[in-house]
Structures are given as C-alpha cells and as structure tokens.
DNA sequence: GTCGATTATCTCGATCGTCGAGATACTAGG
DNA sequence: CCTAGTATCTCGACGATCGAGATAATCGAC
C-alpha cells in the first residue's frame, strides 16, 4: 500500500475545495449586501425549494443551527430587501412558510446556477466508469464526514 | 451523452459534502467556545504552518476576508482563550507573525485530524487508478470553482 | 371550552465586524 | 542623519447580529 501519501494529498485536496466553494458564497454575499448567514438561509430555501418542500421558520432554523430569535431576525433582513416572503400556512396558522421571490431566485441561478453549470461542463471528458468512481468517493466522503458532524464520537 | 442527469447529481452531491465538511467546523467552534469566524481563522493558521510558514495579522486577514481592525479583534479573542501568541517579526518589527499554542494544536489536531484520519482510512478500497480519478476530479472542480471565486467572469 | 404543547415573535444584554483615526516601524531620497 | 512616504497593526465608537428568556397566537386532546 504506497499510496498513502496520495490519499492524504486527496483529502488536502478536498479541504481546499471547500474553502474555494466557501469563497463562492462570500462573493454572492458582497455582491448583494447581506451577511454570511443571510446566503446560509437563502441557499437552505433553494435546496428545500428543489426538494419541492416549502421551508418553515422553525426549520429554517435548524438547518442553519440558529435561535428562533435569530431566524426572526434573519427573516425580517431577507424580508426587508425583497428576497423571501412570509406566508401564513392556512391548515397551520402557527406556522410561516418562506417564499422566495423572483429576485432572489433569478439572482440565486445566475450565481450559484452558473457554477453548477461550469462544474458539469468540467464533467464532460469523464467516462462512465470515471463517474461512478467519483460518485463513490463523494459518497463515502459524505458519511464519514457526517459521522463526524453529528457528534464527536468516542474515538478510544 | 446520457450520463448529463448523473454529473448533477455528483455536483449536488457536492455541496451536500461542503455542507457537512462545514458542520464540522460548527461543531468544533461550539465545542470550544468559538465563533464561526474564529474556526477559519484557526484552520488559516493550522495550513499556513502546514506550508512552513508562519501567519502575520495582515495575512490572516486576507484569508478570512476581514479589515485589519476585525483582525485584530479576532486576534484578541484567540489570544485570550490561549489559541495563538503574538509573536514581533525581528526584522520587520511591524510585522506580527501568530503562532498557535500546543493546547490550540492539540485540539485541532484532535477534531480535524481525527477527521482527516477517517478520511484516508475510507480511501483504503480504491485502487490507484481510481485514486488517480479522484485526484483529477478534485483539481478540475477546484480550478473551475477558483474562476466563480475570484471574481464574477463577464459572462456575456 | 379548557389545558398543555408547538410555533413565531419581542425585548434585552453580549458579542462581532466595520469605519475612521492614530501609533509604530520600515524604506527611499536628499 | 533626517525627513517624507508607506506599510502594518491597534484603539475607540458605532451598527449589526446572535442567544436566552418571556410573550402572543394557534393547534390538538380531553
């Protein structure tokens, strides 16, 4: 088993991507004027939109580790500027769903949308078998960093 | 061409990874007390001593996107947990290099190299090609996500 | 209809980031 | 040497954000 050194460089690898993807979404939040948290919140509704599921405060929340207080906060800031609406659920009136607005979700595609769209370019020259192999690797990659994220885990 | 579903799938993929790698960081700041801005700060310094070299505040500051007077700051709160020292750059004493304490190093080596140590030991199934993949896959996403980055490209 | 549980909001204190001004130290030119 | 110019870091004040606890509105169960 030589390769260890290449598997460590991989995970160094994988570790500067993310700070790249994170530098991403730094410059969407320049760009528009909000804050770190303000893009957290936006992209969590995109996913949960894509996922055909309206998000909620309360879920909201949780997806991007904050207080209720802070997610009103937060709601009033994206509501302020014209990137989400709030909508009482009619079967719930206890809950507010979020909506986004054309605005943010046109801003949100060119953005976010432009990437994606250069990545599965970048994707082009792989062969099947390539992807597959990739798929693996994002996948075990995933579970064991969840593993992680959860809790920290006896390691002894 | 009919593989276009699946290389999106990878890229959403992806960012579910990013997001995990991010609750990791989330983790540690909670677990020490820590900001999320500190977290960065503290993984800045962590690869730049990788590299050899030792960090100075103005320097830190590029990294984590944030105004010299922010840096320092978050300087103070390092220093005052016991994270980072000070340290006055002899020959350019305007300098100040930082330099991470043992317990700061100890932790971190705890957290993210236990991850780090998962990771590698994940990669234990692939062969050297498909490791060969992976290596390509993650520079092609690194580079194209460098150009979204630095700045948004004319697109027109 | 009343009681407990859930959801969102409001208020308050603490923390974080930025702007402007200032202090210290290096560098270049006379 | 010494002055001006530049670079790096620091300090004080202000605005914005986050978390804890209390409050209001709504739902479900009895």
Redesign the interface.
Known sequence: ?P??S??????L??????V?????S??FAE?HGLG?TDVRALVAIMDAARRGEALTAGRLGEAV?LRSASVTALVDRLERVGHVRRVRDPEDRRRVSLQLSDTARTAGAE?FG???R???A???G?T?E??A???R??????T??????R??PP?S
Do not use: C, K, N, P
């Open positions: 088993m390769d260890e290449e598997r460590r460089e991989l995970v690898l994988l570790r500067r991507l993310s790249e993807l994170d530098a991403v730094q410059r760009e770190r580790e953005h432009g990437l994606a250069d990545l599965i970048a994707l082009e792989y099947d390539e992807l192999v990739v798929h690797f994002l996948v075990d990659m995933t064991t960093t969840m593993r992680h994220a809790e920290t390691s």
